[in-house]
């Protein structure tokens, strides 16, 4: 093996001597000035032009384009597999991955199924209460919620802070979250890889996120999203798949909660560092809705 590999080493150092004697000797014969001349046009001619900031009209339009259909919809499903990284004792990031199942009727019904590299979990909102679910501990936390889904998305961020990174989609109106803030947008071109279908790309950033996004041609949906949070040192990335869409199917009310998440030991619906003292059995009544 030993010998084998000194004599490629040799092949190999004897191959880049000849080609570096062969450049030698190109460079050393004098250049037309007919090609010299055409290769300077060429050069020209593939000049890329500088980058100019602002919202480019053509990725100002895919964008609004998805967000219409979006909000269109009376009801969707999806499956968002969500890949994250996060700081490592080594230096380079590590990265961890969840995947949830997703299905929201408007205004006012959204069911959460994660599983992924951690422990799983479910959020239930049905209009009236918002309910998240740790099937491994058999806790549930259940609390008063707002009338519509972006209302209960915001109560559940401020009181557990619990967040999902597909929020701009179901929102009533995703354009109006995605423009706040929008200081940059501008199209990419077409991709044949993503979502098994055709896409068109667009970057887009704030001051506070730069992201890049795939969205179906022929469909609008978005299919993948690629973010990072410009205010991070570490410049983390966060990867976003979305699959499997379903719009306006027909989902029956009793899909937005779970028996077995109510009959479960409850905890308070707080932040994880907040002190849970407070914890208690569930009361003889259901709590009053607050609007």
């Given at each position: ?72 919809a ?34 006012d ?21 918002m ?47 995605m ?9 990419i071109?077409?991709?044949q ?27 609008k ?71």
């Amino acid at each position: 093996m030993r010998k084998e590999i000194l004599g490629l080493k040799t092949v190999v150092a004897f191959s880049m001597l000849l080609a570096a004697s062969s450049a030698v000797a190109q460079q050393t014969q004098p250049t037309p000035k007919a090609t010299t001349a055409k290769s300077a046009k060429q050069k020209q001619e593939s000049a890329v032009a500088p980058y100019e900031p602002g919202l480019q009209p053509k990725a100002i339009e895919i964008l609004k384009a998805a967000c219409a259909r979006l909000a269109a919809a009376n009801s969707m499903a999806f499956t968002a597999v969500i890949s994250y990284e996060g700081p490592s004792l080594l230096g380079p990031p590590l990265i961890y991955s969840t995947k949830s199942e997703v299905t929201m009727r408007r205004p006012d019904k959204l069911k959460v199924i994660t599983l992924g590299d951690g422990p799983p979990s479910e959020f239930y909102y049905d209009g009236k209460l918002m309910m998240a679910f740790a099937p491994t501990e058999n806790l549930v936390a259940v609390a008063d919620a707002p009338p519509t889904i972006d209302g209960a998305l915001v109560a559940a961020y401020e009181t557990a802070e619990i967040y999902y990174p597909f929020t701009d989609v179901i929102v009533t109106d995703p354009y109006k979250d995605m423009a706040d803030g929008l200081t940059t947008a501008f199209y990419i071109g077409r991709s044949q890889i993503v979502g098994g279908t055709t896409t068109d790309m667009v970057a887009f950033a704030s001051k506070d996120v730069f992201a890049q996004v795939w969205i179906g041609v022929e469909d609008k949906l978005p299919r993948r999203l690629y973010a990072v949070y410009l205010n991070d040192p570490a410049r983390l990335r966060h990867v976003m798949e979305l699959s499997n869409w379903e719009l306006n199917k027909q989902v029956p009310a009793d899909a937005f909660g779970s028996a077995k998440a109510s009959s479960a030991a409850h905890i308070a619906f707080k932040r994880p560092d907040v002190n849970t003292a407070a914890n208690s059995k569930p009361p003889t009544a259901p709590p009053a809705h607050t609007p």
